[in-house]
């Protein structure tokens, strides 16, 4: 099998471009996009919290009896915060999330503009133009990007390797130890994709292997490979070991609890999904592209009676894994948006080779003039949709945060005792609690706390003791325990959206923001933000701070 062009062609566009527009779309998300899964919040926003100031909310995944996250992810992402760290005192801790998601957008964006300069080497100036095109409006490439979690880790290191794969072979490899070498990257940070991020990325190096196992230096790669990977996982053995305060392998652990569920411990217990919720969140993502990129098979049928088809004639091989990534999911009950991101460059690349060779067609069969109209009209739409999707998601969801940065400006001054020290309360909503890297910078000034409110039966974090703690009572099986509430009387805040809740007697409502309500609300124009459109067809509720005791003027 052939998995090199004839001729490679060096016409791109400048890189640079394509970088500074990526890191202008990637701060503007960092900036502007609510966190939109809770497991993002407490899985790792809290232990990084944890690690920082001490104190922060665990989940059960983090007790030392399960050991399914990596102390290693987590103490990684804390060094990229030392230059920030310096300034503790003076800034508020808000500073080293924004600071956080700002890091993980632009090296998104770097990695982004580099895989897109890697196709245009491959595919040449037009489909490379194409895959740019398509990141700068790629909503779920930028979404992730920003998101501190492992899959967003493993899409970064996804768009690294494929970087290395389509350059192989080009004039700048001319030798074997060149290739060697670039083999060598491409297995480092595949590796690092799986086993510092996401294990179940596993699928997206296929190809990769298959390849390799073709390629004259296998037995080289191999040790390589064999290296790395044990280097990494004894790194993380010793790092989550110390952590955890007993053996453990915290990679070992989440595929063993994903792979081999019962009926009292497994992913399944937080929900499954059919396949129409996979295509639906990456309609989402991309929009116009994905259907596009699913059309990569009819677009290679065609070629034949281009006069100029893209570029190489092999380019299945590097597009084939998505149809692998697609077909894995579809087998899996559990499914989440994040799983997603490790198809994104696999969606990029076969939406641009479809596109230019729908493009070619259609010269083909109309004028090359109103084929180049239709090629414009389609990016036109496709950014503008992207638009839409985007203010729907800085817009409709943003209350939380809102509401935290009111709660922190206007929290009064008190003396820094336990008796002293406020409670803030959730109940339905806990999962909309942004972090505590929202409240006040004095860790010990403020509690969360979670009330029992009817149908909150699930597990929910508890307040961190040390990370090899065994005393708090968390298990595997999603059930509630009694140390994860507290009483309504306890709390000296209470932020909910369901104000049915709340006895107004010993309540006053502080502050408030308008928070879309999803139960009512047309699924597209949740989706898709339309000016003066979306805000006459959207219903909302009220999301509130409520404060006890307090005599407080109520504000919009």
Same mark, same amino acid.
């Given at each position: ?5 004839s001729?490679?062609?060096?016409r791109?566009y ?9 890191i ?14 809770c ?8 232990p ?5 100031f001490g ?20 103490k990684l ?16 801790? &808000?500073?080293?999330? #924004? *600071?956080?998601? $700002?890091? %993980?957008?632009m090296? @998104? ?9 890697a ?5 040449g ?19 992730a990007?920003?998101?501190f979690l ?8 996804l768009?690294l ?5 389509l ?11 060149d ?18 991020g ?5 699928? &997206?190096a296929?190809? #990769? *292997?298959?390849? $390799?196992l %073709?390629?004259d230096? @296998? ?15 004894s ?18 652990n ?5 792979l081999m ?5 497994g992913?399944h ?7 129409s919720?996979?295509?639906r ?9 994905f259907?596009?990129?699913l059309?990569?098979?009819v677009s290679l049928?065609l070629?034949?009676?281009i ?10 091989? #590097? ?8 077909g ?17 460059p ?17 010269c083909?069969?109309?004028?090359q003039t ?6 414009k ?13 985007s ?5 409709l ?7 935290h940065d009111?709660?922190r ?7 820094d ?6 409670t ?8 909309r ?11 010990e000034?403020?509690r ?7 149908g ?7 307040p961190?003791?040390?990370?090899q ?7 595997q ?6 140390m ?11 932020m ?6 709340v006895?107004?007697?010993n309540?006053?409502?502080?502050y ?7 139960p009512?609300a ?7 933000y339309l ?20 005599e ?5």
């Amino acid at each position: 099998m052939n998995l090199l062009p004839s001729k490679p062609s060096p016409r791109v566009y400048p890189s640079q471009l394509y970088a500074v527009g990526y890191i202008i779309i990637a701060l503007t998300f960092a900036l502007y996009q609510p966190i939109l899964d809770c497991d993002e919040t407490f899985n790792y926003w809290e232990p990084l919290h944890y690690l920082f100031f001490g104190c922060g909310l665990q989940t059960w995944e983090y007790h030392p009896d399960f050991a399914l996250r990596s102390w290693l992810y987590i103490k990684l992402h804390k060094i990229l915060l030392l230059p920030v760290a310096v300034f503790r005192g003076k800034i508020h801790k &808000s500073v080293y999330f #924004y *600071a956080l998601k $700002c890091i %993980l957008g632009m090296i @998104t964006a770097l990695t982004a503009s580099r895989f897109r300069t890697a196709v245009g080497y491959r595919f040449g100036q037009s489909i490379g133009t194409n895959a740019g095109l398509i990141i700068l409006g790629g909503v779920g490439i930028h979404s992730a990007g920003v998101s501190f979690l492992p899959s967003s880790f493993s899409m970064v290191a996804l768009f690294l390797s494929l970087s290395e794969w389509l350059r192989l072979g080009l004039d700048r490899c001319p030798d074997q130890s060149d290739s060697t070498r670039v083999w060598f990257r491409i297995i480092a940070y595949t590796a690092a994709s799986f086993f510092l991020g996401w294990p179940f990325a596993l699928p &997206s190096a296929l190809a #990769y *292997a298959i390849h $390799c196992l %073709l390629h004259d230096t @296998t037995h080289i790669c191999l040790r390589f490979a064999a290296g790395v990977t044990l280097l990494i996982l004894s790194v993380s053995t010793v790092v989550d070991s110390i952590s955890y305060g007993r053996l453990t392998l915290p990679v070992f652990n989440l595929l063993r609890y994903n792979l081999m569920p019962t009926e009292h411990a497994g992913s399944h217990l937080y929900g499954t999904e059919p396949v129409s919720y996979m295509l639906r969140n990456l309609i989402l993502c991309f929009n116009l592209i994905f259907p596009i990129a699913l059309f990569f098979p009819v677009s290679l049928c065609l070629q034949p009676y281009i006069a100029n088809p893209p570029k190489p004639r092999d380019a299945w091989a #590097y597009t084939a894994t998505l149809w692998v990534l697609l077909g894995a999911w579809s087998c899996v009950p559990h499914k989440e948006e994040r799983f997603f991101s490790q198809m994104y460059p696999f969606i990029v690349l076969s939406a641009a080779v479809t596109i230019e060779t729908g493009h070619q067609f259609c010269c083909r069969i109309f004028s090359q003039t109103a084929a180049s109209i239709l090629y414009k009209v389609f990016f036109a739409l496709y950014f503008c949709i992207s638009i839409a999707r985007s203010l729907a998601l800085f817009t409709l969801y943003s209350a939380p945060r809102e509401l935290h940065d009111a709660f922190r400006r206007t929290m009064p001054m008190h003396d820094d005792t336990e008796a002293n020290q406020r409670t803030i309360c959730y109940s339905k909503d806990w999962y909309r609690f942004p972090s505590s890297f929202f409240l006040p910078s004095d860790s010990e000034r403020v509690r969360v706390a979670f009330v029992k409110s009817d149908g909150l039966d699930a597990q929910l974090p508890v307040p961190f003791r040390t990370t090899q703690s065994r005393d708090n009572d968390l298990n595997q099986s999603n059930v509630a325990n009694s140390m994860q509430f507290t009483s309504v009387s306890q709390c000296d805040y209470l932020m909910t959206s369901h104000g049915n809740e709340v006895d107004r007697k010993n309540w006053t409502k502080s502050y408030q923001r308008s928070i879309v309500n999803a139960p009512t609300a047309p699924w597209y124009f949740r989706a898709f933000y339309l000016p003066y459109v979306s805000r006459h067809k959207l219903s909302f509720a009220s999301f509130c701070l409520y404060s006890k005791h307090v005599e407080s003027e109520s504000r919009p």
